[in-house]
């Protein structure tokens, strides 16, 4: 799920804009020696806009990286850096990707804005924070943000600020309690909350209306918000290693059929002919939105009430994958039917795989 957000170019002009410098095992000297080199050439240091420095032994950036001033993407993951200089007041980066190190909330820079740069992506995943950095919340323009892998024990209130996220990654810490305010992340489209003590979820999650992807296995939910099922774009949600028991879906109250449907059911059950000009013509569009039982042994059919259930599928022997199906009746959910395979004329917006185990 972590990815280079920089704007896409031919392989041949992003090989010229790069510095690959990673996976050398390099220290800060050699670095440092390195890129006084490269800038000692005449404009040399000005073309790149790419620097990678991943994988090597360094444990400070040396100060001569401020002089790649067109600079916009870094990786300086999977080093030994204690402290991260503020490098976003001299250059115009869209990425910053330093995960894996030594990295305290002290040793952060005090301002990650800069009107220099437009970040868009920041990792800091697998570093040593032990609370969620306040100044990332200046960076209205963010679309990507790992924070996983730490020891984060809060989500602030003013994460709504971040309402640019497409991607907002906390797996992995000691969170322990998920304010409302995260329903302000409208542009989400993934939530990764897994691995964390997260006993509930607040009811505004069903405003992340654009959620495809909501991981918050390896917590301590023991129920899930019914308005979840309001979600119409999400197709992955993992549940496994929670004391949860998924019935929130089969829990959810019917509500009184209307007097249209029920008309409309019967038309349709008992095929009644309708010829135009008989009835308005609402009432025969109406009739077309009719959706069959996916109980193979019902003929029945809905229009706006009916019934939503779990049905477990057993997938290549290791996970149980609940599909979400709608039926016409309660009555629908019992019988041996169930163990058959979903009808695959389902509507492809629901929910389609859950993953327990």
């Known amino acids: ?14 090989e010229e804009k790069t510095l690959d410098l990673s996976n050398r095992a390099l220290d800060c000297e050699t670095i440092s020696s390195e890129m006084d080199s490269i ?5 040399c240091a000005s073309k790149y806009e790419i620097f990678l420095l991943y994988s090597n032994q360094i444990e400070a950036l040396p100060s001569s990286i401020n002089s790649f001033i067109n600079l916009k993407i870094l990786d300086i993951s999977n080093n030994r850096l204690t402290s991260l200089p503020d490098v976003l ?15 305290t909330n002290e040793s952060l820079p005090k301002c990650f804005y800069s009107s220099k740069n437009t970040l868009r992506e920041l990792n800091l995943s697998g ?14 323009s963010l679309k990507y943000l790992y924070l996983g892998g730490n020891n984060i024990v809060n989500i602030p209130k003013d994460i709504w600020k971040l309402n640019s996220l497409q ?11 998920v304010p409302d305010s995260v329903g302000g992340l409208t542009s989400l489209q993934a939530l990764v909350l897994s691995n ?13 209306k654009q959620l495809r992807s909501l991981l918050i296995h390896q917590n301590k939910l023991k129920t899930l918000p019914t308005q979840i099922i309001k979600l119409k774009c999400l197709s992955e949600l993992s549940l496994r290693d929670n004391p949860l028991v998924v019935r929130f879906v089969r829990d959810m109250t019917l509500q009184p059929t209307s007097l249209l449907e029920l008309a409309g059911r019967t038309i349709k059950l008992h095929e009644i002919p309708i010829r135009e000009g008989e009835v308005p013509a609402s009432l025969i569009k109406y009739l077309t939105t009719a959706q069959c039982c996916v109980n193979p042994k019902c003929k029945g059919v809905f229009f706006d009430n009916r019934v939503e259930h779990i049905k477990f599928v057993d997938f290549c022997g290791r996970y149980q994958i609940p599909l979400l199906q709608y039926l016409c009746s309660s009555k629908c959910i019992t019988g041996r039917w169930e163990s058959r395979e979903v009808d695959s004329n389902a509507p492809s917006h629901m929910m389609r795989k859950v993953l327990l185990g």
Do not use: W
């Open 196 to 208: 964390n003590q997260i006993e509930q979820l607040p009811a505004s999650i069903a405003n992340l």
């Open 167 to 177: 991607i907002l990654s906390l797996g992995g810490n000691q969170i322990t309690e």
């Open 89 to 103: 007041k001299h250059c115009p980066l869209t990425s910053l990707i330093a995960k894996h190190n030594h990295l």
């Open 1 to 14: 799920m972590e990815c280079y957000t920089s704007d896409s170019c031919d392989s041949d002009s992003r």
């Open 127 to 140: 570093n040593k924070l032990n609370f969620f950095p306040e100044q990332v919340l200046q960076l209205i």
């Open 39 to 43: 800038i000692e050439e005449k404009g």
